[in-house]
């Protein structure tokens, strides 16, 4: 008897906590990092950062920049670690002028993503438009340990060379190899 009334007592538990978690008053038009808690892991981490095929081919200096990123705290969504950089060392972020970004898995020691691709299709991003002239907004990042949202502000680099460059603040969530596009705002660049 008594078990049958344990068994009773935590399903009722568990359908408050479900209804709960339900009722839970989010707003979708205006994400907060705190929507999307995770926690943070203690470890045990990954010594030794493990490239892909891809990977494989990319520059020394990012090689080696990923690994002393991996010996870091976690910086984003539980156990990852979000690594950004200007590039012209190689194929990973072709133009000096460009900011890349990578997050790295600490606890398998593999790079899992990019930065989030815009609808243009880049996850390539910039401080300046393609003919060089600055913008004067700079490409920021926000992203916390214990989120698994992430925010970009600043211009993509297109992969159509047609499109014009434009400068939006963008949120995602991160889902441990991937993104889901929460919403999108150009006023994001006029609130800097």
Known sequence: MKTKIKLILTALVLMASATYAQCKDVDR???QFSDY??????????????????QENYSQHWKNAVQEQLKKPVNFAGHFRIYTAFGGHGKECLRDNWVCG???????????????SDTNGSYNYADISDNGTPVGLPFEIDAYKNSSMIALTGQSISVNKSDSPVCKTAL??????????????????NNQ
Do not use: M, Q
């Open 29 to 31: 038009s205006n994400p």
């Open 37 to 54: 808690l995770v926690p943070v892991s203690n470890g045990p981490c990954e010594r030794n950062i493990h490239f892909n095929k891809e």
């Open 102 to 116: 990578w997050v790295i898995d600490k606890l398998s020691g593999e790079v899992v993503a990019t930065l989030p």
């Open 172 to 189: 995602f969530n991160f889902n441990n190899s991937g993104y889901v596009k929460l919403i999108e705002s150009l006023e994001g660049c």
